[in-house]
């Protein structure tokens, strides 16, 4: 059965760091690309972060560029999102998403993706 499940969530306050983790189960993760997506209460889900399965080439969101580092562990069978200097703007539900071997042109685009795990709630609070 294929599966992913997040991990890592949790409070913390602004400026902290946190890294989620996204472990797959029942297929390999070395020929897909990636994908973390963040979904607010009342917002579309929007692509944080993607990596591809090839040469590790990583591409971020406006957003969160320069704080969040996407990365991966094909030994693991586990990527993770490294979440520095956490601000308001960030909580969110967290979810990882795979798709084939490319990150897609767009990565923002949710129908690209092939399994989706169930998220982590990420709260940024003083």
């Known amino acids: 059965q294929v599966q992913l499940v997040e991990s890592g969530g949790g409070l913390v306050q602004p400026g902290g760091s946190l890294r989620l983790s996204c472990a797959a189960s029942?297929?390999?993760?070395?020929?897909?690309?990636i994908s973390w997506f963040r979904q607010a209460p009342g917002k579309e889900r929007e692509g944080v972060s993607c990596?591809?399965?090839?040469?590790?080439?990583?591409y971020y969101a406006d957003s969160v560029k320069g704080r969040f580092t996407i990365s991966r562990d094909n030994a693991k069978n586990t990527a993770y999102l490294q979440m520095n200097s956490l601000t308001p703007a960030d909580p969110a539900v967290y979810y990882c998403?795979?798709?084939?071997?490319?990150?897609?042109?767009?990565?923002?685009?949710?129908?690209?993706?092939?399994?989706w795990g169930q998220g982590t709630q990420v709260t940024v609070s003083s």
């Open positions: 998403a795979t798709v084939p071997v490319f990150c897609p042109p767009s990565f923002n685009i949710v129908r690209s993706y092939d399994s």
């Open positions: 029942g297929f390999t993760l070395d020929y897909h690309a």
């Open positions: 990596i591809s399965s090839t040469d590790g080439s990583t």
